[in-house]
Every structure is written in structure tokens, then in C-alpha cells.
């Protein structure tokens, strides 16, 4: 019998009818999805989904589509942050493995085979959609996507990275779909608006002004339903499958924490998952355990190709199909490292379909049906329980092996420098699941964890009083944190309190010397506050510790300018041309330099770019002039003049550029400018 997936879409519905009509005894086959869509709400809790018991209509596009598909009841992400989710989404595998564990921090390696590596190597068109910074193609997840969509038209600076609205990323996979959606193809989208800060545009900001959380999840929804619509429009609804998850939760204040990335209880870890799409029969429920790591081989099956063998994920083909049940005692692991960024434990676990067991300093027992808010910790009780989960994060601990070769950018200078000249200031959580009894509980910690998260926000929003007072209860805790007094730094940077920002950038530098960011901000501070030397030395070490970011370049530079080093200074003027070309500042900084050192002519084409590339900017235009006079190319220094001083030129500009002809030995030349002798 042939394949439908072979055939034209008319001959494809003859045959259809066709196979209708063929007697009880003919084949069957389990009808195969052309198409795949994967969409991850960020930071979206599954009880706040009407599908899973939210109350008023919030989400009725996904509500929909649940209700002509599968509805997974109880799906764990492997960790509450948002690139090591995305990384165990797209391989199936748990972070042991992966060695994904934070975000910023971490690359996915280049030899862990993605969904997309499969499908496009399969004939698939592969696009992904992303909606945050910390899903940039330089963190790994672009691999095997022919287009990786991570550049912002309008983005949106938050303390936690650049974002963009859902509407344009969601215009963005649209165009993509109105011209690639003949062939087969795999969208990966990715909407970010749940995510703090909760701010939902109009109308769900006043809809929702009680509730903004809520607020961008129906906001979300919208856009999953225009997407939604748009396969539709292009008759692409029927032969495609769609999944649908959250990459993880948000605590919402409960056991103490704001919102994610530190506990691991189930307001973090529960995340829907719905799959919809040929061979899935509509309202199916499942109500065993499962995971993002299912995905990827249930998928897999469902399309018919052969999923990698790395995969730790189970596949769910059959149970969504209706011819199994899941198994009630499967485990799952998750974890939390974030802890030991203050020097705590890490929380490491495993979850089946009633237990739940944290292991960690004071490790942690719930029995999730009765105790759905994880109150009653059972550890002593349940010492059999306790046994079996604990083998099975042994074994699952133990897989870390597997990830021996991942890329830690922590340890890698320049990546890490390159993140912190974007603003991005990664915290460092340590690599390791090891539990130490001499280590601070993580339930310890929370107040310290929140209260750094809390400046971190208040410094985003210019709330520096707020910002200080939250930053000092961190240092009465945690003296010798570092980023702490990173954090005061930032306040007196930003108040452009140079003195005071200087002992505190230096204290975080003594604590952590590889911090860029430290570096670049305490040379300016110094150079604010006249310590010339000092801020030449700071800008060398930021220049020593990443040579990319043409603005240590152009502050170094600058330092050396001041201390009227011009050689050295020109040398990294070279440099930032190198990396920016036509630089305004740095090409008339270089005209100085070159003034000083008599080597005018190697100015004379970086200045004659910037004026190019930048016709309005007057100072680099007499800077090139006088390079010009310089040289004895008279007539192309008349020549920028004479677009400097033609009718309706400023009196002043025009004083100005007949005194350079008179000062360059050519009085005869100030009279031909406008306005006569």
C-alpha cells in the first residue's frame, strides 16, 4: 500500500477515500504527520492553563487545542531555568547529560544530536523562533536549524536579558511559514512573555492588573492562536503535529520564593505538555508521570524516524495513541544547582506518580496526592520509598559522565567577557551533584537568594536606595559574595558616585578577578576621579582578558590618550577600527594621536569612512580636513569644506574653517569659501 506521506494532497485524499472503502480485512496503518511545531511557553505553571483547572477563559486557543488532542496531567521539567529545559527539550536527554545546567553559563555541546539535527537530516526544513537572549544561537540549541531566529527588532532590556513581545516573534515564524510551507518542515517557537517582569500589553494589562502573571499568559495565548490560525490559513492544521509545553513554572511567592530558578518544588517543576495531531485521538488524557525528555522519541515515533540513541526520555507514541498506559512508577530526575552560586547544596531529585525525594543537606519526602503543596516532609517514615528513589538518582547522577566533553563558558575568558559587555552578568553556580554534610541547606538560603534577586531587579529600575538596602542584607549573610559588592559597584556606578563605586568594584575584583564588567566599570570610575594611571591599568586588564569588545579598546585608548601615551593609544584605535569600522570616536581620537606622533596619512581613510558613514558628524569632517591640509591635499580639504560652508552655513563654522586655512599657510583659500573675504 502506498504511503500517504508520498503523494500529492489531492491524490493523497482520492487515496484516503479510497482506503475507506476497502474491505474490514484490508490494511491499516496509523495515519503519520507530515509537519512538526514545537511551542514553549516560557515560565508558564500548568494550573494556571484552563485545560488544567484554571478558572475565566484565560487561554482558550490552547485550551482548544488540548481538547482535540492529549493532555499530559503530569509532566516535570528537569530543571526550573530556562536554557537547560530548552536543552533537555531538544535532545531527550537529562542534564547530567546534556551538561547544561544554568543559564549564560553553559553551552550545549556540539556533539549532542537535536531534534532538528534528526528531522533536517531527514529531508526537514528546520526553523526556530526564540524570544529571549538566553536562547541565543551562541548557547547551542541552534544546531541542525537551517534558520535560527534570535535577532529582535523591538527588544525589550530586562535585569534577565533582551526579550521581544510574542507578537514578533510570532510574525517572524509566519513569514517563515508563508514561503517554506510546501515541504516538510519543523518550527520550533519560543514566546517568552511569561517571564518576570509581568507586563502584558494592552488589553490584558488592565484585565489582568491584578494578576499580570496571568496577565501574559492569556497574552500568550493570543499569539499561540495566531500561529495556530496561520497553519490553518495554509491547510497545514491536519498534517501537522503540534506540541505544546512550558519550559518550566514559577513559584509565585510560594515556599518563599518570588519566582524560579532556586527550589524545586512542583510550582517550578509541573509544566503542561499537550500533543495534537494526526493518529492522536481527541480528549486523550494521561495521567502517569512524564517529561520534557519524552519528547524528542515520542515525536520521533510519531513522525517515523529513528530517534538518537543518546535519549533518556520515553516514548509516548502508543499511550497517545491509546494502546498502553504509562508506568505508574517510573522516576524522573530533576535538579537545581543555583544554590551553590551561595555556596549551599545543590537540590537533586526524583519524582514518580505519587513520591517525590530531594535529596540535598536536609533531604525531602512528599507524597504528592495527599500533599500537593509539599508541606509534610515523610523522609523518616519512608525509608523504603527514600531507598528506591535514591537508587534511581544514583543512577541517573551517575550519567554525568556522559557530559564529560560539554562547554562550561564559565571557564572560557573570552564567551564570559563577551557576556558581561552585553550586560549580562552570569552568576557562577558550581558544577556539581555531589551533596556535602558540611554545606548550608538551600532552605537556608532563600531569604539571601531573594534578596539578591530583589537588587538585581531594583538596580534594572533605577530603585537604587531599595537596591542597596536589599544588596546589604545579602552581605550581612554572605560577606565575601561577590556578587554583592558587584551590585554596590552598579549603584554608585549608575549615581555616578565614582569614589564610592571604586573600593567596591575592587572588592568584587579581589573576590573574582576575572570580571569584566568590574574592570570596565572601575576604569572609567578612575578616570572619572583623575586616577589616569589607574584607569590605563584597568582597561589593560579588561583588553588581557577579552580582546573583542571594541569598547575596552576605546577606553583603553582613551586612558592612554590622557596620559598622552599617543603610540600605544593609536594601536588601540587601530583595533577598534578593526572590529568597528568608521568609529567616530575612535577615528578623531585617532587624528589626535596621529597628530602627535606625525603620522597624520594613516588617519586619513578611517576618518574619511566615518565621514561616510556618518556626513553630519562636524568634528571628524575638520578632523579630516586638517589631516588633508596636513598631507598637501588641498583640494580635498576645499573640498570637505566647501560642503561644511555652503549657503545657510553656521557664521561660526564657517570663522572656524577659513581660520584652519589660514593657520595651514593658505589665506588665499579662506576668501573662495561662502560669504566672500
Known amino acids: 500500500m502506498a504511503s500517504l506521506r508520498s503523494v500529492p494532497v489531492g491524490a493523497a485524499a482520492a487515496l484516503v477515500l479510497a482506503v475507506a472503502l476497502l474491505p474490514a480485512a484490508g490494511c491499516h496503518r496509523t495515519p503519520r504527520a507530515r509537519n512538526l511545531v514545537i511551542i514553549s511557553l516560557d515560565t508558564t505553571r500548568a494550573d494556571h492553563l484552563g485545560c488544567y483547572g484554571m478558572k475565566g477563559g484565560v487561554t482558550p486557543a490552547i485550551d482548544t487545542l488540548a481538547a482535540g488532542g492529549a493532555l499530559l496531567a503530569h509532566t516535570t521539567t528537569p530543571v526550573p531555568m530556562t536554557l537547560p529545559a530548552h536543552s533537555s527539550l531538544l535532545t531527550g536527554m537529562i542534564p547530567p547529560v546534556t551538561g547544561v545546567h544554568d543559564n549564560f553559563n553553559y553551552r550545549l555541546r556540539d556533539s549532542a544530536e537535536t531534534l532538528a539535527e534528526v528531522l533536517q537530516g531527514k529531508g526537514w526544513q528546520t526553523a526556530g523562533f526564540v524570544s529571549a537572549f538566553v536562547l541565543d544561537h551562541r548557547f547551542g540549541l541552534s544546531q541542525g536549524f537551517g534558520t535560527w531566529d534570535d535577532h529582535f527588532d523591538n527588544p525589550v532590556r530586562t535585569d534577565f536579558g533582551t526579550e521581544r513581545r510574542g507578537s514578533e516573534t510570532v510574525d517572524h515564524a509566519i513569514r517563515w511559514l508563508d514561503s517554506h510551507g510546501g515541504k ?54 491536519a498534517t501537522t503535529l503540534i506540541v505544546l509545553v512550558g519550559d518550566h513554572g514559577e513559584e509565585l511567592g510560594q515556599h518563599g520564593e518570588d519566582t524560579h530558578s532556586y527550589f524545586v518544588y512542583q510550582p517550578a517543576l509541573h ?198 538596602k536589599a544588596t546589604r542584607l545579602v552581605l550581612d549573610r554572605l560577606p565575601d559574595f561577590y556578587e554583592a559588592w558587584m551590585n554596590l559597584g552598579r549603584i554608585a556606578f549608575a549615581q555616578q558616585d565614582w569614589k564610592a563605586a571604586i573600593p567596591y568594584l575592587e572588592k568584587a575584583l579581589k573576590l573574582k578577578p576575572d570580571l569584566y564588567a568590574a574592570l570596565y566599570d572601575l576604569g572609567v570610575a578612575y578616570t572619572e576621579t583623575g586616577k589616569l594611571s589607574e584607569a590605563t591599568e584597568a582597561f589593560r586588564r579588561a583588553v588581557d582578558y577579552d580582546p573583542q569588545p571594541p569598547s575596552a579598546h576605546l577606553n583603553l585608548a582613551r586612558a592612554l590618550v590622557n596620559e598622552k601615551q599617543w603610540d600605544e593609544a593609536a594601536k588601540e584605535l587601530e583595533t577598534v577600527l578593526k572590529l568597528r569600522p568608521g568609529e567616530p570616536a575612535a577615528v578623531n581620537m585617532l587624528a589626535e594621536a596621529a597628530a602627535h606622533t606625525g603620522h597624520l596619512a594613516q588617519a586619513i581613510p578611517h576618518l574619511q569612512r566615518a565621514v561616510k558613514q556618518h556626513p553630519g558628524d562636524v568634528p571628524t569632517r575638520f578632523n579630516l580636513v586638517q589631516a588633508l591640509l596636513a598631507v598637501g591635499r588641498t583640494g580635498d580639504a576645499m573640498a570637505q569644506l566647501r560642503q561644511l560652508t555652503g549657503d545657510g552655513a553656521d557664521p561660526a563654522m564657517l570663522r572656524r574653517a577659513r581660520a584652519l586655512l589660514e593657520q595651514a599657510g593658505h589665506p588665499e583659500l579662506a576668501g573662495e569659501l561662502a560669504g566672500g573675504a
Open 184 to 237: 516538510p518542515f519543523f518550527i520550533f517557537l519560543h514566546l517568552y512573555d511569561p517571564h518576570e517582569p509581568y507586563d502584558p500589553p494592552a488589553p490584558w494589562a488592565s484585565k489582568f492588573a491584578d494578576d499580570p502573571y496571568t496577565g501574559e499568559i492569556a497574552y500568550a495565548d493570543q499569539q499561540v492562536g495566531r500561529f495556530l490560525g496561520a497553519l490553518k490559513a495554509h491547510g497545514l492544521d
Open 271 to 468: 509544566v503542561p505538555c499537550i500533543f495534537h495531531g494526526p493518529g492522536i485521538p481527541p480528549g486523550t488524557r494521561l495521567d502517569g508521570p512524564t517529561g520534557l525528555i519524552d519528547v524528542v522519541p515520542t515525536v520521533c515515533d510519531l513522525l517515523d524516524v529513528p530517534a538518537p540513541a543518546t535519549v533518556q526520555g520515553h516514548d509516548l507514541a502508543n499511550a497517545l495513541r491509546g494502546k498502553n498506559a504509562l508506568e505508574a512508577d517510573r522516576t524522573l530526575y530533576f535538579e537545581s544547582l543555583t544554590p551553590t552560586r551561595y555556596g549551599a547544596n545543590p537540590l537533586l531529585g526524583e519524582i514518580d506518580g505519587r513520591w517525590k525525594y530531594i535529596r540535598t543537606t536536609r533531604s525531602e519526602l512528599y507524597d504528592l496526592p495527599t500533599d500537593p503543596g509539599e508541606t509534610a516532609n515523610l523522609l523518616a517514615g519512608r525509608r523504603d520509598t527514600v531507598r528506591r528513589l535514591q537508587r534511581a538518582l544514583n543512577a541517573d547522577t551517575r550519567l554525568a559522565s556522559l557530559a564529560a566533553t560539554a562547554s562550561h563558558t564559565a571557564t572560557d575568558r573570552e564567551a564570559a567577557a563577551k557576556l558581561q559587555s552585553l550586560g549580562y552578568l552570569a552568576s557562577d553556580v558550581e558544577d556539581t551533584l555531589a551533596i556535602e554534610p558540611g554545606r548550608p541547606d538551600p532552605k537556608d538560603l532563600i531569604e539571601v537568594h531573594e534578596a539578591n534577586q530583589r537588587a538585581i531587579r531594583m538596580i534594572s529600575e533605577g530603585n537604587y536606595l531599595e537596591a542597596e
